[in-house]
């Protein structure tokens, strides 16, 4: 069975940091192209971040910009999300998504497996 288990979300104040985690039962762990998303209700799933299979490749969303970072470490099946300078726009369910065509998407339907999310709440 796929699994994908997001981790590290949680409360931080405005200008903060956190570090969020994907591990995934997927195989090959190396060969999916992976990438986060994030939510709020009555709104769709916002493209955050993706990172090739490889992880040479990266796309951003256009909000995260400069402020985000994604990368990955295949040798223990787990991609992250390095975000800093957190603001209150910010705040959302987080997931973790893979998928194994050739090209990084920055559409949601173009993902296979998905993670259950994780809550992030920045309070200004």
């Known amino acids: 069975q796929v699994q994908l288990v997001e981790s590290g979300g949680g409360s931080v104040q405005a200008g903060g940091s956190l570090r969020l985690a994907c591990t995934g039962s997927?195989?090959?762990?190396?060969?999916?192209?992976l990438g986060w998303f994030r939510q709020i209700p009555g709104k769709e799933r916002e493209f955050v971040a993706a990172?090739?299979?490889?992880?040479?490749?990266?796309d951003y969303g256009d909000s995260v910009k400069g402020r985000f970072t994604i990368s990955r470490d295949n040798t223990k099946k787990t991609f992250y999300l390095q975000m800093n300078s957190l603001n209150a726009e910010d705040t959302a369910v987080y997931f973790c998504?893979?998928?194994?065509?050739?090209?990084?998407?920055?559409?949601?339907?173009?993902?296979?497996?998905w993670g259950q999310g994780t809550q992030v709440t920045v309070s200004s």
């Open positions: 998504a893979a998928n194994q065509a050739g090209s990084l998407f920055t559409t949601a339907s173009r993902y296979d497996y």
């Open positions: 997927i195989r090959p762990f190396s060969r999916f192209n």
């Open positions: 990172i090739s299979w490889g992880g040479k490749i990266k």
